[in-house]
């Protein structure tokens, strides 16, 4: 079975593969690891307002100012409960805007559901920020079914970010919601789990376990976007080739 390697993220195609950046500082190393990351053929960077307090995303934008044709850099506000207000939403989205040194950010999740905030409100005040040309493209994270279907009568979707690996399935419904709707479902963790089944596979093809999970992923579903984190260089650019590796049927089975 061929497996694409692209994907439409949002308005642009990018590789399959992208980084997360949960432990990336503004560091000088830091920020030449991301150039050297996008001039290795990454072209989807996924970041949040609170990571390494802020550090990450000033990293990326000391990084990648002007942004690189044909990259997506992703950023996510509303965190913690009382976040998906208006006013508190429409600070993180300018902090963001600023520390990625942007006008336009071109992918912004709400992190997770505001269980003090109605979703609907929290998703028309992102809107506003869509219409006035401070975000692109909008997503969610940490949601169910039913939350997707809520915030899509508001706004659209355009990718739906969970924990999802081989140990942690939960959001096996979503992933296949998203298929039907053509969401765009970006798995954080996904090199957990597996690790026995991974080893022997890996082992067969000649390749690291974490390749090998990460093509289980793209076989999975068609709108899968791994987002694996590292500061490695040479780790990231062999997560990259998973996009090279196709699974047979009966490796494919063994690991579901």
Known sequence: MTVPR???LGDTEV???GLGTNRLTDSEEHVRFVQEAVAAGLRHIDTAHVYTGGSSERAIGAALSPEPAGCVIATKGGRRPGEGRA???AAQVEQSLRSLRTETIDLYYLHSVDPETPLDETMAALAEHREAGRIRHLGLSNVGVAEIERARAVVPIAAVQNSYNLAERSSDEV???CA???I???PYFPLRGGKAALAAIATRHGVSPSRVALAWLLRRSPVMLPIPGTLSL???RDNLAALELELTDQE???LS
Do not use: C, K, Q, Y
Request: no cysteine; aromatic share 12%.
């Open 180 to 182: 039907a709707a053509g």
């Open 252 to 254: 494919f089975e063994a």
């Open 234 to 236: 040479s780790h990231l």
């Open 175 to 177: 992933v296949d919601f």
């Open 15 to 17: 590789p399959r593969i």
């Open 6 to 8: 692209t994907i439409l």
């Open 87 to 89: 006013d508190a939403l």
């Open 184 to 186: 765009v479902f970006v």
